[in-house]
C-alpha cells in the first residue's frame, strides 16, 4: 500500500490556477489508478478525476472537465492536479488517493489509500 502527501493549495481569486502534488511513498506506486477528490464544508466527498497507472487513460467529473488535467511521473511517484480557471464553487479540500481498480471506478470506496488533503479556496 502507499502513503500519500498532498501540497500546493492556497488562497486565489476566481479565474486564477493552481496546481497540487502528491507524493507517493510505498511499493508499486506505477500500478496503482491515481484520482482526486475534494470535499467542501456540509458536503459529501466528490470525485474529481482519475488517471489510470500507466498515464493513458483518464476520467474527470463533468464540473471540472476542460478545466482541470491530471497527469502524473511514475519514475518520481508523483501525481498532479492543474486546476484553471477556478471558481468559488471549487473551494475545498482536495484529496489524493489510489486505487487498485480501474480508471472508470471512480467511486470513493475503489480507493484504499489517501492523503491528508489540502485546501484550496477561490474568492470571488
Known amino acids: 500500500q502507499v502513503q500519500l502527501v498532498e501540497s500546493g493549495g492556497g488562497l486565489l481569486q476566481a479565474g486564477g490556477s493552481l496546481r497540487l502534488s502528491c507524493v507517493a511513498s510505498g511499493r508499486a506506486f506505477g500500478s496503482y489508478t491515481m484520482g482526486w477528490f475534494r470535499q467542501a464544508p456540509g458536503k459529501a466527498r466528490e470525485f474529481v478525476g482519475a488517471?489510470?497507472?500507466?498515464?493513458?487513460?483518464?476520467r474527470y467529473s463533468d464540473s471540472v472537465k476542460g478545466r482541470f488535467t491530471i497527469s502524473r511521473d511514475n519514475a518520481k511517484n508523483m501525481v498532479y492536479l492543474q486546476m484553471n480557471s477556478l471558481k468559488p464553487e471549487d473551494t475545498a479540500v482536495y484529496y489524493c488517493a489510489a486505487s487498485p481498480f480501474y480508471v472508470y471506478d471512480i467511486s470513493p470506496t475503489n480507493y484504499n489509500a489517501w492523503g491528508q488533503g489540502t485546501q484550496v479556496t477561490v474568492s470571488s
Open positions: 488517471l489510470s497507472a500507466s498515464g493513458g487513460r483518464t
